[in-house]
Nanobody, 121 residues
């Protein structure tokens, strides 16, 4: 298990940028992958992006070309660089570790408090 603390959210105008950070309580290099998720009001939590410990990245279609996920293993930190933000990106953003099991990735059961991102039009 790992404890995660997200930060960097805020209020930004459409077209603006934000960088989210997620600091883990232990080394993330040994975790199969790290991901960013988001949950908008009244909607289910959805995957935004994830990065494997080998550096392979995967993005939701809605954020491709606008968001970039990266890690700094020395700092046990995962980042999500968000550009060209849209009002529909408004949500609480969470990070989590992923474990590769039975042919797919599963998130760890515990979640952090998340960080609110609000994009005004």
């Amino acid at each position: 298990q790992v404890q995660l603390v997200e930060s960097g959210g805020g209020l930004v105008q459409a077209g603006g940028s934000l960088r989210l950070s997620c600091v883990a309580s232990r080394s993330i290099f040994s975790i199969d992958a790290m991901g960013w998720y988001r949950q908008a009001p009244g909607k289910q939590r959805e995957l935004v992006a994830y990065i494997t410990n080998g550096g392979t990245t995967t993005y939701a279609n809605s954020v491709k070309g606008r968001f970039t996920i990266s890690t700094d293993n020395a700092k046990n930190t995962v980042y999500l660089e968000m550009t060209s933000l849209k009002p529909e990106d408004t949500a609480v953003y969470y990070c989590n570790g992923l474990e590769y099991k039975s042919g797919g990735y599963r998130t760890f059961p515990s979640w952090g408090q998340g960080t609110q991102v609000t994009v005004s039009s």
